[in-house]
């Protein structure tokens, strides 16, 4: 498979084991496939350092738990007149449904700058049910003032925070790190705010490794981040990413490890 030309491509599954326990370990999977939630080291985003993500872009997963589809999920970057958005939603398979409904949806508004290739933040929306659990959570940043609204709709809840720049919220920030020059063994320490908190996390590159998937063999580099956030990576069990090693860094695989049983996460579909 050749990432590095703008085309639609579609693979079949690939093999990403990621171990889950119950209702608990399942919602972990989804939440992974939600995002590939990764935090930003600048309060604006220069997408220039490698230029990985055109606009449009969108990738489609499929989850799989123990040989049988169990969901779909798709990250989406999108132009938007003055804005730009990123989206990112995840649904359960009608199966999963009768006893674990998930349906997702995380987007992320930015505000296009001068120079074109610097994005300022703007808006965070979270909305997510999960067989019982809701949430319904809102960011509005003002770079400016350097402040932050956070907004329960579900608690009816607002309360405005003062952040020190540099500070992103967790979707948007995954592109500036597909944006780096990532190299082996020097992991990269990103802040987030999320939660009525600022989480200072390191994000570790781990190693490069060559995959092989049905559509044939791709060179990676594999990503770890230690996450600390109460946001949608909140879990116990370790996560792993891999991009490929290439000037795009698009991500084909994520790895979650909890306890038993096993699901797997691939991308299926593209267009970039």
Same mark, same amino acid.
């Given at each position: 498979?050749? $990432?590095?030309?703008?085309?639609?491509?579609?693979?079949?599954?690939?093999?990403?084991?990621?171990? @889950?326990?119950?209702?608990?370990?399942?919602?972990?999977? %989804? /939440?992974?496939?939600?995002?590939?939630?990764?935090?930003?080291?600048?309060?604006? /985003?220069?997408?220039? !350092?490698?230029?990985?993500?055109?606009?449009?872009?969108?990738?489609?997963?499929?989850?799989?738990?123990?040989?049988?589809?169990?969901?779909?999920?798709? *990250?989406? /970057?999108?132009?938007?007149?003055?804005?730009?958005?990123?989206?990112?939603?995840?649904?359960?398979?009608?199966?999963?449904?009768? %006893?674990?409904?998930?349906?997702?949806?995380?987007?992320?508004?930015? /505000?296009?700058?001068?120079?074109?290739? $610097? $994005?300022?933040?703007?808006?965070?929306?979270?909305?997510?049910?999960?067989?019982? !659990?809701?949430?319904?959570?809102?960011?509005? =940043?003002?770079?400016?003032?350097?402040?932050?609204?956070?907004?329960?709709?579900?608690?009816?809840?607002?309360?405005?925070?003062?952040?020190?720049?540099?500070? +992103?919220?967790?979707?948007?920030?995954?592109?500036?790190?597909?944006?780096?020059?990532?190299?082996?063994?020097?992991?990269?320490?990103?802040?987030? $705010?999320?939660?009525?908190?600022?989480?200072?996390? &390191?994000?570790?590159?781990?190693?490069?490794?060559?995959?092989? +998937?049905?559509?044939?063999?791709?060179?990676?580099? @594999?990503?770890?981040? *230690?996450?600390?956030?109460?946001?949608? =990576?909140?879990?116990?069990?370790?996560?792993?990413?891999? +991009?490929?090693?290439? &000037?795009? !860094?698009?991500?084909?695989?994520?790895?979650?490890?909890?306890?038993?049983?096993?699901?797997?996460?691939? +991308?299926?579909?593209?267009?970039?």
């Amino acid at each position: 498979m050749d $990432f590095n030309k703008g085309k639609e491509i579609i693979s079949p599954p690939g093999t990403i084991t990621i171990h @889950v326990r119950g209702e608990r370990g399942l919602k972990t999977v %989804f /939440l992974i496939a939600i995002a590939f939630v990764i935090i930003s080291q600048t309060w604006f /985003l220069p997408i220039a !350092h490698s230029a990985p993500s055109a606009i449009p872009e969108k990738f489609i997963y499929d989850l799989t738990w123990t040989g049988i589809k169990a969901g779909t999920a798709s *990250l989406e /970057l999108r132009n938007d007149g003055e804005k730009v958005k990123i989206l990112s939603t995840a649904q359960s398979a009608s199966w999963v449904s009768v %006893f674990y409904t998930v349906d997702d949806r995380v987007e992320s508004t930015l /505000l296009k700058n001068s120079p074109e290739s $610097f $994005f300022q933040p703007s808006q965070y929306r979270i909305k997510i049910r999960e067989g019982r !659990h809701r949430r319904d959570k809102e960011i509005i =940043f003002d770079c400016d003032n350097s402040k932050a609204t956070y907004i329960d709709r579900l608690k009816n809840e607002r309360k405005d925070f003062q952040i020190t720049p540099p500070v +992103l919220d967790p979707l948007s920030g995954f592109y500036y790190l597909r944006s780096l020059n990532l190299s082996v063994g020097k992991p990269v320490y990103i802040t987030i $705010f999320d939660s009525k908190k600022v989480w200072n996390v &390191e994000v570790q590159v781990l190693k490069k490794e060559k995959i092989t +998937l049905p559509t044939g063999t791709i060179n990676t580099i @594999v990503v770890k981040p *230690l996450m600390k956030s109460e946001g949608i =990576f909140y879990g116990k069990g370790e996560i792993l990413i891999w +991009l490929t090693d290439n &000037e795009k !860094h698009i991500p084909v695989m994520m790895q979650t490890k909890v306890a038993i049983g096993s699901i797997t996460a691939t +991308l299926v579909k593209g267009l970039y």
